[in-house]
Nanobody, 117 residues
Framework: QVQLVESGGGLVQPGGSLRLSCSAS????????VSWYRQPPGKQRELVAA???????NYVDSVKGRFTISRDNAKNTVYLQMNSLKSEDTAVYYC???????????WGQGTQVTVSS
């Protein structure tokens, strides 16, 4: 069975950093486009960052210069390094893996990130 598991969330003060991890099992993760989405409380889910199988990255404007998405294919893991965190970054963060054969993709269960003093 396919499973994506996010980890690394927690409570952090404004200006702090967190690194989220998305670990996959049951798929050849390296061939997938992997994205991080987030859903703030009471708001819609939005795309935050994405990385292709070739390592090309894209970010929503609000996180450019602060967040970095990367992947370690040997570990079947994708990371989201989040620096200079702001209160508006507070959300549940989700990992998604998609491919040409499965554009709907697979989703993880989410991990809570709370930025508060």
């Amino acid at each position: 069975q396919v499973q994506l598991v996010e980890s690394g969330g927690g409570l952090v003060q404004p200006g702090g950093s967190l690194r989220l991890s998305c670990s996959a099992s049951g798929i050849i993760f390296r061939v997938y486009v992997v994205s991080w989405y987030r859903q703030p409380p009471g708001k819609q889910r939005e795309l935050v960052a994405a990385i292709t199988s070739g390592g090309t990255t894209n970010y929503v404007d609000s996180v450019k210069g602060r967040f970095t998405i990367s992947r370690d294919n040997a570990k079947n893991t994708v990371y989201l390094q989040m620096n200079s965190l702001k209160s508006e970054d507070t959300a549940v963060y989700y990992c998604k893996a998609a491919s040409l054969g499965n554009s709907a993709g697979y989703w993880g269960q989410g991990t809570q990130v709370t930025v508060s003093s």
